[in-house]
């Protein structure tokens, strides 16, 4: 039986000793270009960073859409969720609606499973006050637009562009 010369490991087992030899590693770096630093103080700052980048991973991750392309994943039946149907010349529509046996529903209409391209689990309901950050920039709160979308009806349309058509953008 081959035997691969590549051994897969935890990573979380070695990530105090990696974490460790970076720090060392930034230190080295930091005092050889002639900069004068505590070395507790830097690997303080450093941890700091580094929680910092995590809930900020966390942060964004817990507030985005991800988008399903359909048919390769489907959602349970009868659940609402998102969904991005194609709308004709490069134009897609974003919706609430849910599959049902003879394809997707919204509120009001019904959909053929080549006119959905994605879906996506519903995101929070709106809390009154609540703000979101947007890219490091102002903060904006829920009643404010974040993208840039125009409406049609019941329908959010936006422009895909040329061969990025799975709906996945």
Known sequence: MYESPIELFNVEDYSKQI????EKAVYEVVTKIGINVNREELIKALEYDRNQYEKGYADGKKNSIEWHPYPKEKPDSERDCLITTHLGMGKYGVQAGWLGESGWYSEDELYYDDE???WAELPSPYVEGETF???GEND???TEEIFNFTKDDSVIITEITEGAEDGTN
Not at 19 to 22: A, F, M, N, P
Request: net charge negative; aromatic share 8%.
């Open 116 to 118: 959905v391209t994605a």
């Open 140 to 142: 904006v709160t829920a």
């Open 19 to 22: 974490d460790e030899q970076i």
């Open 133 to 135: 950050e947007y890219c």
